[in-house]
């Protein structure tokens, strides 16, 4: 592992996402959007959890929604350094795969952590009280979410060949993430065939935890949700690795 290029590799991503000031601000307008209309309009909704309304109850899952989109959408970059110079002179550079795919992770969490604090700080003054404590176990948690759901992009864009794959891809495997999560439900009162895909599905663990966090609730204990995440972070990156083993330039 070459720690330098993986510094240079990072800086690069850092300043392509910080560049794009409105790449910031449209990712946040799904989540806002279910978050104010969706959790407002179902006000008459009841919360799983006592004590909070029904906005606040799906406010971990919209967290863990921005994580997903931002982190997996991430894996379009790489099929466009496929058709330009960048990606040649990676490539030809004496660093090592592995050492390339670590480095273009470190950039799409970047850009996930961001949006994650950003609708932190919303949640806060909006939604519901969070101290600086369950703030900084929220961004915590979603370090290695945003590692994860990142790799599985990488992933993904280092074996697809055009960007429109990448979006028929991206549209078949989110959407589903995100809904058999539990986010904007509980999963205890959900039916057996929702509650057997949801083990299966790596952001079901991180909405549990985010909930635990927030909302001292989860359907999972917090070491369930801490090794379910860890194991599928594993995964992720041996199949990041091994994708970028494979990769080569395109014109």
Do not use: H
Request: charged share 10%.
């Amino acid at each position: 592992m070459n720690f330098n290029a993986v510094y240079a590799l990072l800086l690069r991503e850092a300043k392509i996402f910080l560049r794009e000031k409105e790449r910031i601000v449209s990712i946040l307008i799904s989540p806002l959007l279910f978050l104010f209309v969706m959790g407002k309009g179902m006000a008459g909704g009841q919360s799983p959890v006592p004590g909070y309304t029904y906005q606040q109850f799906i406010f971990p899952g919209i967290m863990a929604m921005v994580i997903l989109f931002t982190s997996i959408t991430y894996g379009l970059y790489i099929i466009w350094d496929k058709r330009l110079d960048f990606l040649k002179e990676v490539l030809a550079a004496p660093i090592s795969r592995a050492t390339l795919f670590y480095g273009k992770a470190l950039g799409g969490m970047l850009g996930a952590l961001i949006e994650t604090l950003l609708l932190v700080m919303i949640g806060g003054l909006f939604i519901m009280p969070l101290g600086p404590g369950k703030m900084l176990l929220c961004f915590l948690a979603a370090v290695p979410v945003s590692f994860m759901i990142t790799s599985m992009g990488l992933t993904i864009g280092a074996r697809m060949k055009s960007m429109e794959g990448f979006g028929l891809v991206m549209s078949f495997l989110t959407w589903p993430l995100f809904f058999f999560s539990g986010a904007l439900f509980d999963l205890a009162g959900a039916a057996p065939y929702i509650r057997a895909v949801s083990y299966f599905d790596p952001v079901t663990y991180a909405v549990d935890l985010m909930r635990i966090i927030m909302l001292g609730q989860g359907y999972f204990s917090v070491w369930t949700n801490l090794g379910a995440i860890a194991l599928f972070c594993l995964a992720a990156a041996a199949l990041g690795v091994a994708a970028f083993g494979k990769l080569q330039q395109e014109k």
